[in-house]
């Protein structure tokens, strides 16, 4: 079993849509919640990073993190074609000095007009 | 743009032969990260460097291995290539070790081989 669960997609949606991203872990130890965007040829970028229960907002992004399920949803409100992309959860843990940063296998999304 | 500079960005070599990628970090950042990214296993963490000493490996092979420069740039050498060595490779940097540091990547560079 990986340590970290996402469904590669694809997912196609209309602009304006509602997208919910979501991703399950193993380990009850990841301390750190992040998602990457990544555009096609480029490295991936953070976008929302998080470390405790609850949700946090920036924007259109709403990073939400269920730890007692083991769960983490990123939902777009009014998607937009520029939001095309493939989008990373990752989970860190902070061991022995060191951070080991796990990254879910991306879901692609895709945004049309 | 990050301000993390790979180079090159795209290598096409021959099994059985040595590559080398280099890394540039964002100025200021300490530490220097690989990873590997291929179309079946997704991003994979190769090994890290903070100022100079190696601080954690992952899942890389042992014909593989980096090292990171007192100018703080890293390269990653690659050898007696495989065809399934073939992927994406991507360098990330951070200021310091912490957790909540975020990782900034380079573009990568892309490897074929053939």
């Known amino acids: 079993q990986k340590e970290v669960e996402q469904d590669p997609g694809p997912l196609s949606v209309p602009e304006g849509a509602i997208v919910s991203l979501n991703c399950t872990y193993s380990?009850?130890?990841?301390?750190?919640f992040m998602w990457y965007r990544q555009y096609s040829r480029k490295g991936p970028e953070l976008l929302m990073y998080?470390?405790?229960?609850g949700n946090k907002e920036d924007g259109r992004f709403t990073a939400q993190v269920d730890k007692s399920s083991k769960y983490i949803s990123l939902f777009i409100r009014d998607s937009q074609p520029s939001d095309s992309a493939t989008y990373l959860c990752a989970m860190n843990l902070f061991s022995g000095g060191y951070n080991k940063l796990i990254f879910g296998a991306g879901t692609r999304l895709a945004v049309h007009p | 743009d990050s301000g993390v500079t790979q180079t090159p960005k795209h290598l096409i070599t021959a099994t059985g032969q040595r590559v080398t990628l280099r890394c540039s970090p964002r100025?200021?950042?300490?530490?220097v990260y690989w990873y590997q990214q291929s179309l079946d296993q997704g991003l994979q963490f190769l090994i890290q460097y903070y100022n100079g000493e190696e601080r954690a490996k992952g899942n890389i092979l042992e014909r593989f291995s980096a090292q990171q420069f007192p100018d703080l740039h890293s390269e990653l050498n690659l050898s007696s290539l495989e065809l399934g060595d073939s992927a994406l490779y991507f360098c990330?940097?951070?200021?310091?070790?912490?957790?909540?540091?975020?990782?900034?990547f380079g573009n990568g560079t892309r490897l074929t081989v053939t």
């Open positions: 998080t470390y405790s229960s």
């Open positions: 380990n009850s130890a990841f301390q750190y």
């Open positions: 990330a940097s951070s200021v310091n070790l912490g957790p909540r540091e975020p990782l900034h």
């Open positions: 100025s200021g950042d300490l530490s």
